[in-house]
């Protein structure tokens, strides 16, 4: 708040040179922190437009650039150069991180002063909004803005149903246009093992395929569609797509899942499991009993093995590591986990699931990283120094902000995008169940029921995508949008929401949506519930 008053009175200053106020509006999401147009004057963004660069500053110019390149249909992108007039690109340490101020007026242009590269980038994705939906026209104004959440974060489950490269490429864009900036990537689980390793090769070669595909919520055979479905990234593949992230400022953070959600793995590589059995990648949705064994020290080996080449593909400091549904059916009758429990001192089988998970972090924290996981991650007795996803609830994040952990709020009822989005459900196919409206995504506060001190361990929201029954990218975006644009005002502007003028906003915004040419749903500019 300290720098928003430096900039009130930077701005006042400004304000009182300018003309009369008037009530042009200009529709961004998420709601910028400050902003101030005038009355008169404005500044028409061409193809033929030039992008100064000062600092260095050419890899969000050229992100814009290629953008712009797409909405003008031009033949050539906007030119970049040093020097020159038109939109001017430069830092300053006095603005916030990932914060930008734009000002825009005869003598200086187009002047977007970033705190950071990726600070540059949303004002640039703001400016972009802007053109897009005032037809090239910029007013003269000022705008000050800077993020409430450090963790802007949206999920992708690429196991349920896999997601091409030029797929996840397209949701990344998506997400940077909305200002978020951490992507979870879900890429092991039941159904399907998704990226190359090396080490075990058999985890893609047999653990990337499923014999069939579950279509409808019965449990009759006439439910599965009988087709063989598989998937992976090479990580070459990765790679391509980590650095494409990176160039639009959003971390990918790799989920490998462990101890649960692992039938694919346990599939391709039999003895990691309790009773070494062979079993399908798995056909079925939900929680499956087959689970790693966490008696045996091979199963801790495989994980690390795993894990060393997640960590050089990733350069996220936060590797997520799953913990959720675990059942424990398979370890109480296991004689490894058994002796492992005896040995380690250990009374039940929820704290056989805590000892794997602090060896795990141990061994991630040894490596430079940091650990995530769900919220099970509490049950078996948590680390101070694991950052925790609350998903069951708000209540698991609550209690592990209490107690010093950092929390990423994505509780189940308000952040599955995967759900329904009227109450109706006419047009939008077969989901998963549930019913998430745009409203009510909006109205909620994730600081709700945490103690002004543990605020700070909130870092951040996320939404998250299940493709149990999403099979193609097009339904992943009617899912996502609109109800990304509620969730990113949440995560960027948080309490300067304005749900009053959130509704004419959306109703413009809808024509980036278009000419961005992204699926979305059209429920809430009908106003169906
Ligand atoms: C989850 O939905 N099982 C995290
Ligand atoms: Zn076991």
Redesign the pocket.
């Known amino acids: 708040m300290k720098y928003l008053s430096r900039i009130a009175l930077v701005v006042l200053s400004l304000i009182l040179a300018l003309p009369v106020l008037s009530a042009r509006e200009l529709h961004v999401v998420p709601q910028p922190a400050y902003m101030d147009i005038a009355a008169e004057g404005e500044i028409v963004v061409t193809p033929k437009t030039t992008i100064v660069v000062v600092d260095e500053l050419w890899n969000p110019a050229e992100q814009f650039a290629a953008d712009m390149q797409e909405y003008f249909d031009a033949e050539k992108p906007m030119r970049t150069s040093k020097r020159g007039k038109g939109i001017k690109i430069r830092l300053d340490k006095f603005v916030p991180a990932e914060g930008y101020e734009m000002t825009v007026s005869e003598e200086e242009g187009i002047l977007i002063i970033g705190g950071s590269e990726a600070g540059v980038y949303y004002g640039l994705q703001t400016l972009r909004q802007i053109i897009i939906t005032n037809d090239g026209k910029v007013p003269y104004g000022f705008i000050a803005d800077e993020p409430a959440f450090a963790y802007r974060g949206a999920h992708l489950d690429v196991s349920r149903h896999f997601f091409s490269v030029e797929d996840v490429k397209r949701y990344i864009d998506i997400l940077a246009a909305h200002k978020l900036n951490r992507l979870h990537w879900h890429l092991t689980d039941d159904q399907g093992w998704r990226i190359e390793i090396k080490a075990y090769p058999e985890l893609t070669e047999k653990g990337a395929m499923r014999k069939e595909t579950l279509i409808g919520h019965g449990l009759e055979p006439k439910w599965w569609d009988g087709e063989p479905y598989g998937g992976y990234y090479t990580q070459e593949e990765i790679r391509d797509v980590v650095a494409y992230a990176a160039k639009r400022y959003v971390t990918i953070i790799p989920e490998i899942e462990m101890p649960g959600h692992s039938q694919a793995a346990l599939h391709a590589l039999p003895w990691l499991g309790c009773n070494e059995q062979e079993v399908d990648v798995w056909t079925m949705w939900g929680v499956t009993p087959e689970v790693l064994c966490a008696g045996k020290e091979t199963t801790y080996e495989f994980l690390e093995n795993v894990l060393k080449e997640v960590i050089e593909l990733f350069p996220s400091e936060l590797i997520h590591i799953g913990g959720?549904?675990c059942p424990k059916d398979r370890w109480k009758e296991c004689e490894h986990c058994q002796a492992m429990m005896k040995a380690q001192g250990l009374e039940h089988e929820e704290q056989l699931q805590g000892y794997l998970v602090a060896r795990i972090e141990k061994f991630l924290i040894a490596n430079g990283r940091r650990m995530i996981g769900?919220d099970e991650i509490l049950d078996g007795g948590v680390t101070d120094t694991a950052t925790v996803m609350s998903?069951r609830g708000l209540k698991a994040g609550i209690y592990a902000a209490e107690r010093g952990n950092d929390v990423v709020m994505t509780p189940?009822t308000l952040c599955?995008l995967n759900f329904y989005q009227t109450k109706s459900q006419e047009g939008e196919g077969l989901q998963i169940g549930g019913y998430i409206p745009f409203e009510m995504i909006y109205a909620w506060d994730p600081y709700e029921g945490v103690s002004d001190d543990a605020k700070k361990h909130i870092i951040g929201v996320q939404c998250?995508m299940?493709s149990e029954y999403l099979k193609t990218m097009s339904w992943v975006e009617k899912m996502l949008l609109p109800r990304l644009a509620a969730m990113a005002e949440i995560q960027w502007a948080n309490e300067r929401r304005d749900a009053e003028s959130i509704r004419p906003r959306m109703n413009t915004f809808r024509k980036f949506y278009d000419a961005c040419g992204w699926n979305y749903a059209p429920y809430y500019f009908e106003g169906r519930e």
């Open positions: 959720d549904e769900w998903w189940m599955y998250n299940w």
